[in-house]
């Protein structure tokens, strides 16, 4: 401090931590405790000139609180220091002293060690007797740890006994075991065995049988997870199978599980899948074409705009090597679309064609039967001339029929068919009928097959017009897929 320089009075620091330390100093050299308040110790530092190191009262009063807070730990810890030297002091007067066993009382302890300067320099009643406590625990705790000792190399060799008698496994009980142990020639050897209380001998029995019962339980996890690992092999190599197929081509979107097999059923990878847990090769097989269409069914929009851009039409006799041709140089094509994808998407623009086709053909078909069913009752309704069983087929025939809207739906070809029909069930009819109530029956059945005829006619129509409104609505689906 007399290297200090004062200006006014006032002593100057180079920094704040310096003048912090000087004014600590000073409340160390006047003798501030840990238990004085700021009012008090202001009150005796103000007459010092080191009062003023600091320059606000706030830093004053901040230095003296960490002051008094370092005093206050110093004190605790110094207290510390010596509770734990009196504490030694006092088990080492209890261990050398004689007398004190397990057994002993805390009063007993106390006239034995009163007066001895280790009890006298402990001055608490409540340490001293949790010390006494503890000791008197810790000679039984090593008192039943020497009678554990004792016994224990007769429980290792009941063990190693148990060990080695192999008709006790998991599943033995404590009677079965007992009469393989006294028959065992090892036991009827040894005393300490046969002195081994009966409690440790089953406490030594239920241990081997938990190890048994652990080991065993290790096993069935291990051949579970062997089982388990086995299984998952089989289903990767089934799927290696089934990626090699695809890989040549001959799995895609459209194949079915019966085009398959006869291509697995001699691989040995098929074999080994069957009849094991969980997915079966059809499980496998179908979810691979689930993720052939994830992977294929996107990209059906982008490729009809390429070939829309290219100007190529998709026809029925487009082969494959022509639809490559018209999508492989487009950059997007080949970024994003598998290239074992691509027979997938070709079969999928044919089967879309191929499927509206036969729709088509079937609508065809369906009218036609329409039309015919009308020409047909169109013919039997005839009169000028009627048909007969000698009618021949002419244009003079046909005149009658010219502007009706069947006969103008009609092409030569369903005409005459239809003509001929008419005119054979009349050659059957003629054949058939042998009297005139047979007439009558006839010409009844007649009625009832023309309004037969009326029936399905008006089935067909209906049929029909279903038909061309669920046409409609697909179509008008598959330009949204497109």
Sequence with gaps: MSSTRFDSGIPLFETKEMAEAAFIQLMREVGIGADWQWEDAMRKLIKYPMYRALNSVSERKEAFEKYVFDLRRKEREDRRARMAKLRDDFRAMLKSTSGIRSIS???KVRLLCEKHPAWIALDDDRERQDLITDYLNEIRRAEQDKERDVHSVGQQRFAKLLNSIPEINDRTTWREAMILVEKAPAFQEDEMLQALEPIDRLAVFEHHIKTLEARASQNKRSDKAQRIRTERLNRDAYKALLHELRQDGRIHVFTKWKELYPLIAGDE???????????TPLDLFRDLIVRIEDETYPHRKHIQSIMDRKSFTFTLATTFEEFVMAVHDDDHFRATVNPINVKSIYLIFMDKLTTKAKEE???AEKKKRKVMGELKKLYRKAHS???????????ELLKQFEGRSAFEAADEDMRREVFDYVQQRLKEKQKDRSTSGRRRRDESEEEGEDMEDDRQHKRARQSLD????KEEGEASSSDEDY
């Design 466 to 469: 279903e038909d061309d409104e």
């Design 385 to 395: 001339p009627s048909i007969k069983v000698d009618t021949q087929y002419s244009e």
């Design 269 to 279: 990878r098929y074999h080994r899948l069957l009849g094991q847990p969980g997915s």
């Design 105 to 107: 009382r805390p009063v």
């Design 361 to 363: 053909a079937k609508r």
